[in-house]
């Protein structure tokens, strides 16, 4: 588990980097009323699908899945932050508290129904709620952190070869490009300085031309 100021430090850069990534979709994004909330309790529900709620019948929990669901939804919830107009200091010394807490609740279902009540009761993110459902499928901060650095390096590799304009290639010799960073990310050091760009840079010579 990362300590207090490791956990500032990552939280710090996934701030700065998600403001980069909304900023390289809009310019404008923090006026634009998107509804970041609502992203967070429809990923909640869909996550609900990968982990199995249905009584009726066996279900296997597909953890890696389930991992990618909360990040997605730190994607949400750290725009939600910015979106109050507290400055990053003050929002990653919150979050850092909240993600690093005594786990709550033992039951990822409920844990997760506590992160999609607060999205659709109070339009806001439960930070200590997604921490209990880390929690359950084995994932701390620093195994967040990586997911985190990858998946939005993925979404800038996207905007710059084509995304928007419908001609970036999602299959590399046979593989999804998720498929392709999950590889390329346990190959690198996360606590690199410049993982980030190693990582952008294993991308591209990954990428088919």
């Not at 725009?79 to 979050?95: A, F």
């Not at 786990?103 to 999609?116: N, S, Y």
């Not at 928007?164 to 590889?183: P, R, T």
């Amino acid at each position: 588990m990362s300590d207090l100021l490791t956990a500032k430090n990552q939280i710090s850069q996934m701030l700065t980097m998600q403001d980069a990534m909304n900023s390289r979709v809009s310019e404008t994004w923090r006026d634009n009323g998107y509804e970041w909330y609502r992203a967070i309790w429809v990923e909640c529900a869909e996550m609900l699908d990968h982990h199995g709620w249905k009584w009726w019948k066996h279900q296997e929990i597909d953890v890696a899945q389930v991992q990618l669901e909360l990040v997605d939804i730190f994607h949400f919830g750290l725009s939600l932050r910015l979106m109050t107009g507290d400055n990053v200091e003050s929002i990653t010394n919150e979050l850092a508290v909240e993600l690093t807490q005594t786990p709550q609740e033992t039951d990822f279902k409920l844990a997760l129904e506590q992160l999609a009540s607060s999205a659709v009761t109070d339009k806001a993110f439960n930070a200590q709620a997604l921490a209990d459902c880390m929690h359950l499928m084995s994932m701390d901060l620093d195994e967040l952190f990586r997911q985190y650095v990858g998946k939005n390096t993925l979404n800038f590799f996207r905007q710059d070869h084509g995304y928007k304009e419908g001609s970036y290639i999602k299959v590399w010799q046979g593989e999804e490009d998720n498929e392709v960073l999950a590889k390329l990310v346990k190959k690198l050091d996360a606590s690199a300085n410049d993982f980030q760009q190693q990582l952008y840079d294993a991308l591209k010579a990954h990428y088919p031309n």
